[in-house]
């Protein structure tokens, strides 16, 4: 189906392991975004790419590392995961970047033990 | 630093009326607006855009304000019905990146 998709949905991992988010779009969009979701803060953003083998920090990427050698995917690693990390991590995408709709996967709920 | 406010607390309103949603916004001035609406579980999905130049924008039953002077976005649905029931974001582009920053969403609830 076309549209955006994300894996895992869920994650459990422990304090220390690297972790790999999955995010897959079928649009060809040029811009690809990921946030992360925590209770009582707006979306904030980690990094995003503005096409392949371009991307740029966000507010919050510390602790994350991105890549993007296909339009398509846009894997976001967590080096080595820590408690604060645990969140709902959601991917984006749009045409051009915030001048349309960014269109959202269903999200990964990630929790490090 | 740029800051967006939305009321924290959940807005309860009765089938049929109009529900009205708040984004104050600070230390910025945004060349356009966003709002989504983000049910549980789900990513957020686009509703409507309104830019600077742009006081008011429709569709269908919902409406979106935007006054740069008060730095202020009212988002309006008419006629609300339970199905309204969500958490509703706005969100303003950030930079020449165009970057968006985020409220923290409002929570509306649509008693029957």
């Known amino acids: 189906d076309a549209g955006i998709t994300q894996s895992p949905r869920y994650k459990i991992t422990e304090t220390g392991r690297q972790v790999t988010l999955m995010c897959h779009q079928t649009?060809?969009?040029?811009?690809m975004f990921w946030y992360r979701q925590d209770l009582g803060h707006g979306l904030r953003l980690i990094y995003y790419?503005?096409?392949?083998?371009?991307?740029d920090k966000g507010e919050v990427p510390d602790g994350y590392v991105v890549s993007r050698s296909k339009t398509e995917n846009f894997p976001l690693t967590l080096e080595s995961a820590t408690r604060s990390q645990t969140s709902v991590y959601f991917c984006?995408?749009?045409?051009?970047?915030?001048?349309?709709?960014?269109?959202f996967g269903p999200g990964t709920r990630l929790l490090v033990l | 630093s740029q800051k967006i406010e939305q009321n924290s607390e959940a807005l309860n309103i009765q089938e049929g009326k109009t529900a009205t949603l708040t984004c104050n916004y600070t230390?910025?001035?945004?060349?356009?607006l966003q709002w989504y609406r983000q049910d549980p579980g789900r990513g957020p999905v686009f509703l409507l855009l309104?830019?600077?130049n742009e006081k008011e924008k429709r569709k269908e039953r919902l409406k979106v304000t935007f006054d740069t002077t008060l730095k202020q976005s009212l988002f309006h649905i008419t006629a609300s019905q339970p199905a309204d029931s969500a958490t509703y974001l706005c969100?303003?582009?950030?930079?020449?990146?165009?970057?968006?920053?985020w409220g923290a969403g409002t929570k509306l609830i649509i008693k029957p």
């Open positions: 984006a995408s749009s045409g051009v970047a915030g001048a349309e709709t960014q269109y």
């Open positions: 649009w060809s969009h040029s811009y």
């Open positions: 790419s503005a096409a392949a083998d371009i991307t």
């Open positions: 230390n910025y001035s945004p060349a356009y």
């Open positions: 309104i830019r600077e």
């Open positions: 969100a303003l582009v950030r930079d020449s990146n165009y970057q968006l920053i």
